[in-house]
């Protein structure tokens, strides 16, 4: 089983309520640079970049600080982390994220917390086997 954050762009609004939540839980601050999910409202339909759990990031760390817990959703272990950002370089759809003065990459981890706020139904939590 698979967990997974799926993207609807065609119903997307814009709102940008994705991004202020995410950051919220996970950094106590309403920035969009500390999201894990990042709507670009500049294109049509909206690009909403997000991890897809592919993994190439867990197969790229040399400390293995990137794992794939039961659900399929890769998690970090910041205590084996050792910032060389070899996992940012890799990630296929620039989803293993940085932000100035982070010690450690972050990553979505499929919580579900944007998908219950979007007022648009355009992110949803689906599992696959």
Known sequence: MK???????DKCIACHLCESVCS????????QEKSCIQINDQEYPVDMNVCNQCRTCVQTCPTQALTVNQLGVIMLNKKLCIGCYMCVAA???????????????????????CAKQCPADAIRIETEE
């Open 3 to 9: 967990k997974l954050l799926r993207t609807y762009p």
């Open 24 to 31: 919220k839980l996970y950094f106590k601050e309403d920035t």
């Open 91 to 113: 990630c296929p759809t620039k989803s293993m994220r940085i932000h100035p003065g982070g010690m450690s990459p972050f990553k979505c981890v499929a919580c579900g917390m």
